[in-house]
């Protein structure tokens, strides 16, 4: 199952990461009846398929790309296709 955080850029994440007004969070948790702690946060994120239940959080918070450029997708492709014994 596909998540939906491929939407999101790495500022999206730095902002989220920054971001110390946890007020809204744990009202909206509260509200879901989830747990008020990261791991109530992550279940919601998993029910609402932002996230699967297996996401790599540490790849997130890192910054680093988490698709391809357009570039690499078409080396990639041509790398494929091309045929070397």
């Known amino acids: 199952e596909a ?22 969070a ?9 747990k008020r702690t990261p791991q109530g946060a992550f279940d919601l994120l998993v029910m609402l398929g ?6 790599e959080l540490a790849l997130l918070r ?3 790309p988490t698709r391809f450029t357009d570039e690499e997708e078409a080396a990639a492709k041509e ?7």
């Open 50 to 55: 932002v996230f699967g239940p297996h996401e």
């Open 79 to 85: 790398a494929a296709q091309s045929t070397r014994d």
């Open 3 to 24: 998540s939906h955080h491929e939407k999101w850029d790495r500022n999206d994440v730095r902002r989220l990461k920054h971001d110390m007004d946890f007020t809204a």
């Open 62 to 64: 890192s910054g680093f």
């Open 26 to 34: 744990t009202q909206l948790l509260a509200e879901v009846k989830k």
